[in-house]
């Protein structure tokens, strides 16, 4: 990479939802943001004194969660924002809410490992999701991890953060 050749120690490390199995995912935000943690370690190790996060899609979800949660980075870039937990809440179909209660009243009932049946929408296509309700609840929830809206107060005000999103991209 054009980094990598300056200088800059650079990972582009496979998500679990990056391995063409998000429909069916058992990893919840939260083991997305360990996952970052063991990263951002390792690039401690090596001495790097400072980290960018670069998230893009879904994975600029989870750049904001992980900024939100450690506080922890020099910078933040969310790329074309793909995942919109409270807008597909309050704004879209009666089904999409009463997904997201099921989900919440398992979890709730202590039935989280039960697989809940939802859909879920990328670039305008629908998918349909299959996942225990924990984990549906941790990515679909308007208050949870990988809502916009939950976490971007959560970032340090000292962060630097480059919002890019384009029009039919």
């Not at 490390?13 to 063991?38: F, Y």
């Not at 962060?159 to 039919?168: A, C, D, I, K, N």
Request: glycine fraction near 10%; charge should be negative.
């Amino acid at each position: 990479s054009t980094l990598g050749a300056a200088g800059h120690k650079v990972l582009q490390p496979l998500m679990p939802w990056g391995r063409g199995s998000w429909e069916q995912s058992d990893a919840m935000v939260e083991d997305c943001l360990a996952i970052l943690d063991g990263h951002a370690a390792a690039l401690r190790a090596q001495g790097a004194r400072g980290i960018v996060l670069v998230g893009q899609s879904q994975g600029a979800c989870v750049a904001l969660a992980y900024a939100a949660a450690r506080g922890t980075l020099a910078g933040l870039v969310l790329v074309s924002y793909g995942h919109n937990p409270l807008h597909r809440y309050y704004h879209t179909t009666e089904a999409a809410r009463a997904q997201v209660d099921h989900a919440r009243l398992r979890v709730a009932q202590g039935r989280g490992n039960e697989i809940v049946n939802g859909d879920d929408e990328n670039q305008t296509q629908h998918v349909s999701v299959h996942m225990p309700a924990r984990v549906f609840l941790s990515w679909f929830d308007p208050r949870g991890p990988a809502s916009f809206a939950a976490q971007a107060s959560g970032v340090p005000a000292n962060t630097p953060v480059l919002v890019v999103e384009g029009e039919r991209d």
